[in-house]
């Protein structure tokens, strides 16, 4: 296994579905993170596939602008997921508890997960997960910014910078045979340029770790 017991420790340690058995209809990153992810998905994923939005909400990034087979829904709060308009169906499962997808071999054309992988305490076993329900060729897309619900993040997220957070995530990939060798794409600064120009510091951070199932 990539992590140590040690490693996967929270700070709040009860259950998480009760942490998030509240709904919270927020965005958890800025606009400019949410069109670059945007537009990731509209340039990595095609129209009229089958998508699994993992550990999702009330929103998914999803381009608008495109027709996808189906967008199947995960997360920990049903009353988000029924608010969101991308999903055709949704299933509420805590993966720290039990990570085995009740999904089917090679069912997904693409996973996706945004601002979430770092509450997972067994990443090792989800990425596994995501490699048996993609079809061969389909695309792992994890993102992440520097936000995080503290208490719930894993202590080898937490206590890391922002490159081994990067670091972390392609090891979590790397530690299930079958991945390509992950890519990174990674934005210092959410802000708009012409915003940058004027001297408007700021914005989220933006990574994402892109994988493939080659076999």
């Known amino acids: 296994m990539l992590l140590q017991p040690n490693q996967r420790i929270k700070l709040d340690d009860s259950d998480d579905q009760l942490f998030y058995s509240y709904p919270r209809f927020v965005t958890h990153v800025d606009e400019g993170f949410i069109q670059q992810l945007t537009d ?7 129209a009229n596939t089958r998508i699994l939005d993992m550990m999702s909400s009330w929103v998914s990034h999803l381009p608008t602008d495109r027709d996808f087979a189906h967008v199947e829904g995960h997360g920990l709060n049903a009353e ?18 039990n990570p085995q997808l009740p999904c089917l071999d090679q069912e997904f054309d693409a996973v996706i997960n945004c601002v979430s992988v770092q509450y997972l305490q067994y990443p090792e076993a989800v990425c596994s997960e995501i490699h048996r329900i993609l079809k061969p060729g389909g695309i792992a897309i994890i993102s992440f910014s520097n936000r995080m619900f503290f208490q719930k993040a894993i202590q080898v997220w937490r206590d890391g910078s922002e490159a081994f957070r990067v670091e972390l995530v392609k090891g979590y990939f790397r530690s299930v045979p079958g991945f390509s060798t992950p890519e990174v794409i990674c934005s210092k600064s959410t802000t708009p340029n012409f915003l940058q120009w004027l001297g408007v510091p700021g914005g989220d951070p933006f990574y994402a770790v892109i994988a493939h199932r080659l076999i």
């Not at 990731?40 to 095609?46: H, V």
């Open 80 to 97: 988000e997921l029924a608010r969101n308009p991308q999903l055709n169906h949704y299933f509420v499962q805590n993966l720290n508890i």
């Open 40 to 46: 990731l998905y509209r340039q990595r994923i095609p």
